[in-house]
C-alpha cells in the first residue's frame, strides 16, 4: 500500500514538471484559468440593465445615458447635453418621439429619467420619450452657470457675490436654438413638433422668457417655482409685449410652486402670489391654444417641491389617455 502511494506521488510530481516545462513562465494553466475566472468575473466597459453597475469601485452610472459635448461659437463656452433613450427605441427605427429638454442636468437629469420610468412600471401611464438634460458650461461651478445663463437682465438680487454675472439668458437663448436642439434633432429621432422643457426656480425664468421671446422653440413647459421675483417682477413686462403684438399663445403650460414659498414661511418674496398673478394674466387674454395649469403643492417649500411637481408636469404633458 505504502509502496503504490509512493509511486502515485512520484507520477504526479513527475507529470506536473512535464506539463510546466511546456509553458512559457509565468503563463498559468487551464485549470488556473477556469479558477481566476470563477473568483473574479469580467467587469463590464459600462453599466447595464441586465448587468448592472460596473462595480469595484466605479461610479455609479445612469443607465442607458449618453454625455455629448455641444459647443458654443459664440461664448466659446463648452456645454454637455445628457441624453436617455427610451426602452423601445432601438427595436422601432421608424418611431420618433417627444424630447424633453431639462435645465439643472446634473440634478434633474436623473430624477426626471427615474421618475419618468416609475410612473410606467405598473403598465404605460406616459408616453415615451427621449430625455435631454441641459448641463453647465463646462469649467463653470452650477450657481455661476446658471446666474449668467437663465437670467433675463444683468440686474441680479443684491443677495448675490458683488462679482457675479447675471443676464445672460438671451445668448443662451440663441446657443439653444442654434446648437443645441439641432445637435439633437439630427442625432436622434426626435418629434420636433413636441419639444418640451422642464425648468426650477432660474430654470423656470428662463422658460418663461423662452414662452415669451421665442413661443416656437418648445410646445410644452413644466416651470417649476419660477423666480418671477427677478429684478422687480420683469417677467411681468416680457407677458405685456408679448400679449401688445399676439393674439395666440400655442402651447401646455403647467406651473407648480410649494405653498411654503411664501413670506410667511420666512421667504424674501411671495413666489405663491407671484405664480397665480402669472396665470391670471395668461388667462386673461384668452389665448384659444393655450393649455395652462397651476398647481400650489400643500407641505412643499423651495426645495423640497421639485420632485413632486416634476411628477404632475409629466402626467400633465405626456399622460397616455385611457385606451390609448
Request: net charge neutral.
Amino acid at each position: 500500500m505504502e509502496r503504490a502511494l509512493n509511486k502515485l506521488v512520484t507520477g504526479v510530481l513527475l507529470a506536473l514538471i512535464l506539463t510546466g516545462c511546456d509553458k512559457t513562465p509565468g503563463t498559468p494553466d487551464s485549470k488556473a484559468l477556469t479558477e481566476t475566472s470563477l473568483a473574479a468575473p469580467q467587469v463590464p466597459a459600462k453599466a447595464s440593465a441586465l448587468g448592472g453597475q460596473r462595480g469595484d469601485g466605479a461610479p455609479y452610472e445612469v443607465v442607458g445615458s449618453e454625455v455629448w459635448n455641444v459647443p458654443d461659437p459664440v461664448s466659446g463656452r463648452t456645454y454637455q447635453v445628457f441624453v436617455a433613450l427610451p426602452a423601445s427605441y432601438a427595436d422601432s427605427p421608424g418611431r420618433r418621439y417627444p424630447v424633453l429638454y431639462v435645465t439643472d442636468a446634473d440634478y434633474a437629469f436623473p430624477l426626471a429619467r427615474q421618475i419618468g420610468r416609475r410612473l410606467n412600471v405598473e403598465g404605460p401611464k406616459l408616453e415615451e420619450f427621449i430625455l435631454v438634460g441641459l448641463s453647465y458650461s463646462v469649467g463653470d461651478e452650477g450657481m455661476p452657470s446658471r446666474r449668467r445663463d437663465y437670467t433675463p437682465t444683468p440686474n441680479g438680487p443684491s443677495s448675490a457675490p458683488a462679482d457675479a454675472v447675471h443676464g445672460g439668458a438671451a445668448p443662451y437663448i440663441t446657443y439653444l436654438r442654434e446648437q443645441a436642439l439641432p445637435f439633437v434633432a439630427g442625432r436622434y429621432r426626435t418629434d420636433e413638433s413636441r419639444r418640451l422643457l422642464l425648468g426650477h426656480s432660474y430654470g423656470a425664468l428662463l422658460g418663461t422668457q423662452i414662452l415669451f421671446t421665442d413661443p416656437g422653440m418648445f410646445a410644452g413647459y413644466i416651470m417649476g417655482s419660477p423666480s418671477f421675483w427677478y429684478d422687480r417682477n420683469v417677467m411681468s413686462r416680457f407677458e405685456k409685449d408679448y400679449a401688445g403684438s399676439h393674439n395666440d399663445l400655442k402651447a401646455s403650460v403647467y406651473m407648480y410652486v410649494g405653498e411654503r414659498e411664501t413670506p410667511a414661511f420666512g421667504n424674501d418674496a411671495d413666489m405663491v402670489a407671484d405664480a397665480k398673478n402669472m396665470q391670471a394674466a395668461l388667462r386673461a387674454h384668452n389665448y384659444p391654444s393655450l393649455r395652462l395649469k397651476l398647481d400650489v403643492l400643500n407641505d412643499e417649500d423651495h426645495l423640497s417641491v421639485a420632485p413632486r411637481g416634476l411628477t404632475h408636469g409629466l402626467k400633465y404633458l405626456l399622460g397616455k389617455q385611457p385606451g390609448g
